[in-house]
């Protein structure tokens, strides 16, 4: 089989495509062949920091780190003990690459049947190859801890990018909420597009001023990390919530323990329980995946740097 790997803990260290033996699914595992790999800033964050391999051991024996957590793909060898799934059935999931799994960026995985969720027949495997990490994240926001109902109304910080696309169309298609987008002026089309009430262009200045005239809100979603909590809060109902999806600095990660206690940050783990609602929703045409590129397996670096810029709409494949 082919693998992204990377080869040392060190921060610069290259990524590289390798050829391993090919595994063999153990009694309750799967294998499947991959289809399409999603590419999440997680993904690309934990190895960076080497979280990947020394939290969760993912290093192989010759030392190399796998790298990716979601997929879809073809069953094509199951265990002996597996009564869930047959050779040639359609599924997506997430490994747990942090905790010793194979990744996700490459051409063969095995996990355990527990991991995988069945796709519905026709169900397009790059969509699905592109969504439970995201997915999930974004139903869990709006839906779990945001608690939208119909008539209520969400804001989604970063509306155009991987976890905010999914995030407004589960806020508005599958909640029924008013919803409001805050995007580049060069995404107002496709936000408004994807069912944005309203279409805020942060060029046009500080993005939470002018948000405030379409509020109160339920839920406040920020898939960016940059926005104020503080501020994010003063836009909220009584009841409502902020969801930080990119928390990264100390006084992001802080804002979670401040009285009273309204922002939470979230990296949903795909399940078959959690990723089952947001398949079912992307079947009934209430949810659409943008996958904005699709990328070569052998070209995973490029596809790093993509994400990395924080500039995509939508969501990036890897494509063995």
Known sequence: MKAIV??????????????????????????????????????????????????????????????????????????????????????????RVFMGQGGSWADTVVLPQSQVCPLPEGFDLVAAGALPVPGVTAWMAVVRIGRLKRGQKALILGASGGV???????????????????????????????????????????????????????????????????????????????????????????????????TRTLLGLPTPATLRPVIEAVASDRIKVIVSERIPLSHAEKAVALSQSGRVVGKIVLVP
């Not at 990716?68 to 040639?88: E, L, Q, Y």
């Not at 919530?241 to 206690?261: G, T, Y």
């Open 164 to 262: 905010g696309h999914l995030a407004l169309q589960v806020a508005k298609h599958v909640c029924g909420a008013f919803t409001v987008g805050v995007c580049s002026a060069r995404n107002i089309q496709l936000v408004q597009s994807l069912g944005a009430d309203v279409a805020i262009d942060y060029g046009k200045g500080d993005a939470l001023e002018q948000a405030q005239p379409h509020g109160p809100y339920q839920v406040v979603v920020d898939c960016v990390g940059d926005y104020s909590a503080v501020r994010c809060h003063e836009l909220l109902t009584p009841q409502g919530r902020h969801v930080n999806i990119a928390a990264q600095s100390a006084s992001a990660i802080a804002q979670m323990l401040v009285p009273p206690f309204r």
């Open 6 to 95: 990377k080869k040392s803990l060190a921060t610069d260290a290259p990524l590289a495509l390798v050829e391993l033996p090919a595994p063999v699914p153990r009694a309750n595992e799967v294998r499947v062949a991959i289809k399409a790999a999603g590419v999440n800033p997680a993904d690309w964050k934990m190895l960076a920091s080497g979280a990947a391999s020394l939290a969760g051991r993912t290093l192989n024996p010759s030392g190399q780190v796998f790298a990716g957590m979601d997929f879809s793909g073809i069953i094509d060898a199951t265990g002996t003990n597996v009564t869930r799934f047959k050779v040639g059935d359609p599924v997506a999931g997430a490994t």
